[in-house]
């Protein structure tokens, strides 16, 4: 059929609405492609890749469309927006833009809630193509626009009764409780669709007719005048609350925060968790005194959340009150899935993310495959059923991936969300690798199993792994790195970008500034590692979609700004009443919803006790407070301790390798020491540096604990942080790095001497 205008297309739609259909078309939502046959005009569809779930099944043998980024965020970029002048009419899209920007909802290719409902979209609308289509496709996730007929002809010039409209549907503006069009002559020429929100909007004092006596239905409205309009709107009613994740979803989690963009505004809230209907909203929330309003499968069945809001104000009228509604759930005795996140090469592994969606804590493993062997990293929640020999658990699920080929285990870290099945592996033949710490800690299973040495490699044919350890999170929690691609797996480490749990990983086994040293050292290593020199790709197991260097390294600032800052630098846990937690996105910090806008948010939570001034238990201490092997002879948790680091952090070398030191980091546990071999110690002051025979020169780079150091020489010349400098060396040769604490007073000297072999 031809493509009808908007006008047509109402017209025909407002008689038929009682009966649920509009011009022929059931008015319940249909999929993105449904919306273009039945309409029977082209639709423009967003790439597959565009879309939440559309990246294959479990099992399939399909890799997940472009495997090094995640499926949810468009390739593209945004056609160039140019913003109209203020007295120039405003389209349809650029409307609905002043909206969704007030309100900043995030859209469904930036958050990553793999239990989102598919995005909705209209016909007419695509990422890439349409400007200010992720405004316009927020606004319709949100219910303030339907794409019920199917299109939303964005180049339209927006009416003033579609304004109206939208603007009711996003303030919640209360119906009218009489008549205020009387006085308009042209109020029957006001389409039925829009008549109550019209009614709305005018009885409200927020919008007027065009003169005394006309509306104006079918007018324009230009910048200024919905500036003007969304002014009076704003500075009268407090704006509704509004909610992530998503309501209307189902999900083993589903931690909730709220916010109102009317600055000031209390929220208050009230909930019930068996679908009875919730009171009136009473609980005052706030993000950071609050945190998220946590609810977590319980094991009991499901669980209907409601929960009811409101937002006020002095001086203002209340908010709408909104209510949300979540099931939390989980299947039982779901069997295991894996899903090919990289299809192999002559060159390169597959990898398979295997997991069990019957696991309410939802971790991943990864089966990774070389031409020659395998190795399975990690071991999933549900427990070891089966005895020696059995056929029981995820062993004989990755048996039907492996298709025959050898394969070795190595565990990332000993909690019961990664660590439940190694039994099925061990009593059935699997060589498994793990930490000594973890060796130690996990009874029979441990004394049947290898422990790894930091830094050893794993040849699987056409590629290899490397398994680095890194403490902080469980003391004995290992990463690996493919050495030819750079993508890294790991295990509760380097944080998570799965929001839809509030998932801010807990790193309080090490004191956060030994965190910073021993953290800069393993990236140091991956970089080593990789055959390119990069990361190029990054994986937490409870991360639905990998990540690159930008979220590794805003990892790594979260221990930065600790450092630099002190206590300040802290906030409540955002998972309720569990430690102290530092933060980085590149939002604002105050913004309760930057972790849904950037997929390279960090929350880490750090452990120890706070006050106004001191961190005690967070910084490295004296040897007699620490209880475990140190050198240090000042305690950084006191007022203004943070000044006083005077250290190094890392120590990166061109053209020589540096001997290294034990380095500790908590008692010994299990009779294993908590300790790795052959690291940079901030609180050694003598190295040596081996270089090979016939080399002239190192390029050599120290890195200072504190970004707000006074100075930084080497030997004598100043260098700035971040610099690097190429020096001579030879048998013998003494490098001196001296550092001035951003105290101005307290100073350290390191001597590193040259060795030839």
Same mark, same amino acid.
């Given at each position: 059929?031809?493509? #009808?205008?908007?006008?047509?297309?109402?017209?025909?739609?407002?008689?038929?609405?009682?009966?649920?259909?509009?011009?022929?078309?059931?008015?319940?939502?249909?999929?993105?492609?449904?919306?273009?046959? +039945?309409?029977?005009?082209? %639709?423009?569809?967003?790439?597959?890749? +565009?879309?939440?779930?559309?990246?294959?099944?479990?099992?399939?043998?399909?890799?997940?469309?472009?495997?090094?980024?995640?499926?949810?965020?468009?390739?593209?970029?945004?056609? @160039?927006?140019?913003?109209?002048?203020?007295?120039?009419?405003?389209?349809?899209?650029?409307?609905?833009?002043?909206?969704?920007?007030?309100?900043?909802?995030?859209?469904?290719?930036?958050? =990553?809630?793999?239990?989102?409902?598919?995005?909705?979209?209209? &016909?007419?609308?695509?990422?890439?193509?349409?400007?200010?289509?992720?405004?316009?496709?927020?606004?319709?996730?949100?219910?303030?626009?339907?794409?019920?007929?199917?299109?939303? $002809?964005?180049?339209?010039?927006?009416?003033?009764?579609? /304004?109206?409209?939208?603007?009711?549907?996003?303030?919640?503006?209360?119906?009218?409780?009489?008549?205020?069009?009387? /006085?308009?002559?042209?109020?029957?020429?006001?389409?039925?669709?829009?008549?109550?929100?019209?009614? /709305?909007?005018?009885?409200?004092?927020?919008?007027?007719?065009?003169?005394?006596?006309?509306?104006? *239905?079918?007018?324009?409205?230009?910048?200024?005048?919905?500036?003007?309009?969304?002014?009076?709107?704003?500075?009268?009613?407090?704006?509704?609350?509004?909610?992530?994740? #998503?309501?209307?979803? %189902?999900?083993?989690?589903?931690?909730?925060?709220?916010?109102?963009? %009317?600055?000031?505004?209390?929220?208050?809230?009230?909930?019930?968790?068996?679908?009875?209907?919730?009171?009136?909203?009473?609980? *005052?929330?706030?993000?950071?005194?609050?945190?998220?309003?946590?609810?977590?499968?319980?094991?009991?069945?499901?669980?209907?959340?409601?929960?009811?809001?409101? !937002?006020?104000?002095?001086?203002?009228?209340?908010?709408?009150?909104?209510?949300?509604?979540?099931?939390?759930?989980?299947?039982?005795?779901?069997?295991?899935?894996?899903?090919?996140?990289?299809?192999? %090469?002559?060159?390169?592994? !597959?990898?398979?993310?295997?997991?069990?969606?019957?696991?309410?804590?939802?971790?991943? !493993?990864?089966?990774?495959?070389?031409?020659?062997?395998?190795?399975?990293?990690?071991?999933?929640?549900?427990?070891?059923r089966g005895s020696e020999g059995s056929n029981e658990g995820m062993k004989p699920f990755v048996d039907t991936l492996a298709k025959g080929k050898p394969y070795i285990g190595i565990l990332g870290h000993n909690h019961p969300d990664h660590a439940a099945q190694v039994g099925s592996f061990v009593h059935n033949g699997i060589t498994m690798?793990?930490?000594?710490?973890?060796?130690?800690?996990?009874?029979?299973?441990? /004394?049947? &199993?290898?422990a790894l040495t930091d830094g050893q490699v794993f040849d699987l044919g056409n590629c290899h792994v490397t398994a680095w350890q890194q403490p902080g999170h469980e003391n004995g929690l290992v990463t690996i790195i493919i050495n030819e691609t750079g993508w890294v797996y790991a295990s509760d480490m380097w944080a998570c970008n799965r929001?839809?749990?509030?998932?801010?990983?807990?790193?309080?086994?090490?004191?956060?500034?030994?965190?910073?040293?021993?953290?800069?050292?393993?990236?140091?290593?991956?970089?080593?590692?990789?055959?390119?020199?990069?990361?190029?790709?990054?994986?937490?197991?409870?991360?639905?979609?990998?990540?690159?260097?930008?979220?590794?390294?805003?990892?790594?600032?979260?221990?930065?700004?600790?450092?630099?800052?002190?206590?300040?630098?802290?906030?409540?846990?955002?998972?309720?009443?569990?430690?102290?937690?530092?933060? $980085?996105?590149?939002?604002? +910090?105050?913004?309760?919803?930057?972790?849904?806008?950037?997929?390279?948010?960090?929350?880490?939570?750090?452990?120890?006790?706070?006050? !106004?001034?001191?961190?005690?238990?967070?910084?490295?201490?004296?040897?007699?407070?620490?209880?475990?092997?140190?050198?240090?002879?000042?305690? $950084?948790?006191?007022?203004?301790?943070?000044?006083?680091?005077?250290?190094?952090?890392?120590?990166?070398?061109?053209?020589?390798?540096?001997?290294?030191?034990?380095?500790?980091?908590?008692?010994?546990?299990?009779?294993?020491?908590?300790?790795?071999?052959?690291?940079?110690?901030?609180?050694?002051?003598?190295?040596?540096?081996?270089?090979?025979?016939?080399?002239?020169?190192?390029?050599? =780079? @120290?890195?200072?604990?504190?970004?707000?150091?006074?100075?930084?020489?080497?030997?004598?010349?100043?260098?700035?942080?971040?610099?690097?400098?190429?020096?001579p060396v030879g048998a013998g040769t003494q490098i001196t790095v001296e550092i001035v604490a951003p105290d101005g007073s307290t100073s350290s000297t390191y001597t590193f001497t040259v060795a030839l072999v």
């Amino acid at each position: 059929m031809a493509e #009808k205008i908007k006008e047509e297309v109402e017209q025909l739609a407002e008689p038929q609405q009682a009966s649920g259909l509009v011009d022929g078309l059931l008015t319940e939502k249909i999929s993105r492609r449904g919306f273009g046959k +039945l309409l029977g005009a082209q %639709t423009v569809l967003v790439s597959a890749a +565009l879309l939440p779930g559309c990246g294959g099944g479990g099992g399939s043998s399909t890799p997940d469309p472009d495997p090094g980024t995640d499926p949810g965020t468009d390739p593209g970029t945004e056609p @160039p927006v140019v913003e109209p002048p203020p007295e120039q009419e405003l389209t349809r899209a650029a409307f609905l833009a002043t909206i969704s920007d007030y309100f900043d909802w995030p859209h469904s290719s930036e958050y =990553k809630d793999r239990f989102a409902n598919e995005q909705p979209f209209f &016909s007419d609308v695509a990422i890439g193509v349409t400007p200010y289509a992720r405004q316009i496709e927020t606004a319709l996730e949100e219910n303030v626009v339907s794409n019920v007929l199917g299109y939303f $002809y964005p180049e339209e010039l927006v009416t003033r009764e579609d /304004a109206a409209d939208m603007y009711v549907q996003a303030f919640k503006i209360p119906t009218a409780t009489s008549n205020p069009l009387a /006085a308009f002559t042209d109020a029957s020429s006001i389409s039925a669709s829009k008549l109550e929100s019209v009614k /709305a909007i005018v009885a409200a004092g927020f919008m007027g007719g065009n003169s005394a006596t006309t509306f104006s *239905p079918k007018g324009t409205l230009t910048g200024e005048e919905a500036k003007s309009i969304l002014g009076r709107i704003t500075s009268t009613i407090v704006s509704p609350v509004q909610v992530m994740p #998503k309501p209307g979803t %189902t999900a083993p989690r589903r931690y909730v925060s709220f916010k109102t963009p %009317t600055d000031g505004a209390q929220i208050y809230y009230t909930q019930t968790i068996d679908g009875s209907e919730p009171g009136d909203p009473t609980t *005052p929330w706030a993000f950071w005194s609050n945190g998220v309003i946590q609810h977590q499968y319980s094991g009991t069945g499901q669980k209907v959340v409601r929960i009811k809001t409101v !937002a006020k104000k002095d001086g203002m009228q209340d908010s709408a009150v909104r209510e949300f509604v979540w099931d939390v759930f989980l299947p039982s005795n779901s069997p295991y899935e894996a899903k090919l996140v990289h299809a192999p %090469t002559s060159t390169t592994p !597959a990898v398979w993310k295997v997991f069990n969606p019957s696991e309410n804590l939802q971790a991943n !493993a990864y089966y990774i495959e070389g031409s020659t062997g395998g190795i399975i990293f990690d071991f999933l929640q549900t427990s070891y059923r089966g005895s020696e020999g059995s056929n029981e658990g995820m062993k004989p699920f990755v048996d039907t991936l492996a298709k025959g080929k050898p394969y070795i285990g190595i565990l990332g870290h000993n909690h019961p969300d990664h660590a439940a099945q190694v039994g099925s592996f061990v009593h059935n033949g699997i060589t498994m690798y793990m930490s000594p710490q973890n060796k130690a800690s996990v009874g029979t299973y441990g /004394a049947r &199993s290898v422990a790894l040495t930091d830094g050893q490699v794993f040849d699987l044919g056409n590629c290899h792994v490397t398994a680095w350890q890194q403490p902080g999170h469980e003391n004995g929690l290992v990463t690996i790195i493919i050495n030819e691609t750079g993508w890294v797996y790991a295990s509760d480490m380097w944080a998570c970008n799965r929001p839809y749990t509030a998932d801010t990983t807990q790193y309080s086994g090490a004191r956060s500034d030994l965190m910073l040293s021993l953290v800069q050292q393993l990236w140091s290593n991956y970089q080593k590692s990789s055959t390119s020199g990069v990361v190029s790709e990054l994986t937490n197991a409870h991360q639905d979609f990998p990540v690159g260097n930008e979220a590794a390294l805003n990892f790594i600032k979260t221990y930065q700004n600790l450092i630099d800052y002190g206590p300040e630098y802290t906030w409540p846990s955002i998972r309720g009443a569990r430690n102290r937690m530092i933060w $980085y996105h590149n939002g604002d +910090l105050d913004d309760p919803w930057g972790m849904w806008h950037d997929k390279n948010w960090i929350a880490n939570e750090v452990g120890g006790s706070y006050s !106004a001034t001191s961190v005690d238990g967070i910084l490295t201490q004296p040897t007699a407070a620490a209880g475990y092997p140190t050198n240090a002879t000042i305690d $950084y948790n006191v007022a203004d301790g943070y000044k006083k680091y005077s250290v190094l952090s890392n120590i990166e070398i061109t053209g020589g390798a540096l001997v290294g030191k034990d380095v500790y980091w908590a008692r010994p546990a299990s009779g294993v020491d908590n300790k790795l071999p052959n690291k940079f110690d901030p609180w050694t002051y003598a190295y040596i540096i081996n270089v090979p025979n016939g080399t002239g020169s190192i390029v050599f =780079k @120290p890195t200072a604990m504190s970004n707000k150091i006074t100075s930084m020489k080497v030997n004598g010349a100043t260098l700035a942080q971040g610099s690097s400098v190429t020096l001579p060396v030879g048998a013998g040769t003494q490098i001196t790095v001296e550092i001035v604490a951003p105290d101005g007073s307290t100073s350290s000297t390191y001597t590193f001497t040259v060795a030839l072999v």
